[in-house]
């Protein structure tokens, strides 16, 4: 069992997993330079790729609706479905803080920014652990996807 990870412990395959690209937008968006001479370019891609972010972990959200995980929560005498869910609506509060924040920076003012990107970092860690402790959850801790289950949640390097 995977207890935690700063990034996902396994490679997306398919490339259809919105919490995956959630966290990849989210890497993206601290990694954007900045430079005194364009100050609007890190905001504006900052502000796009935390954007983005956000609409893919909405659209986790709703995948978390479909038959197949319903079935899984009710089988999840643990209760880990639940914290999982549980944990949706903080992780939106802090994605939609950082774009107000990052909005609300006077150009040029590098402590907003360094600060901007120290968050979305802690951000981008959390996402990190909140996908695999819900691969851990869909797979049992075999690698193996149960039946139905994690149809869009990827496999282990290109393995099922």
Not at 3 to 17: E, I, M, N, R
Not at 114 to 126: D, W
Not at 128 to 138: D, I, K, S, V
Request: hydrophobic residues 40%; proline residues 6%.
């Amino acid at each position: 069992m995977t207890l935690s990870s700063t990034s996902p412990v396994f490679a997306p395959g398919s490339g259809d997993d919105p919490l995956y690209e959630a966290w990849e937008a989210l890497r993206l968006a601290r990694q954007v330079p900045w430079s005194v001479e364009a100050p609007a370019h890190w905001r504006s891609t900052f502000e796009r790729q935390v954007s983005r972010a956000r609409r893919l972990l909405v659209e986790h959200i709703e995948q978390g609706d479909g038959p197949e995980i319903v079935l899984a929560r009710r089988a999840d005498a643990s209760g880990a479905f639940r914290r999982q869910v549980e944990e949706h609506p903080a992780l939106l509060q802090q994605l939609d803080d950082l774009t107000r924040d990052a909005s609300a920076a006077k150009p040029g003012d590098i402590h907003a920014v360094v600060e901007c990107s120290e968050r979305a970092a802690m951000v981008e860690i959390r996402l990190a652990m909140h996908q695999n402790r819900l691969h851990e959850l869909l797979t049992q801790g075999d690698g193996r996807a149960r039946a139905h289950v994690a149809r869009r949640t990827p496999t282990f390097a290109g393995r099922s």
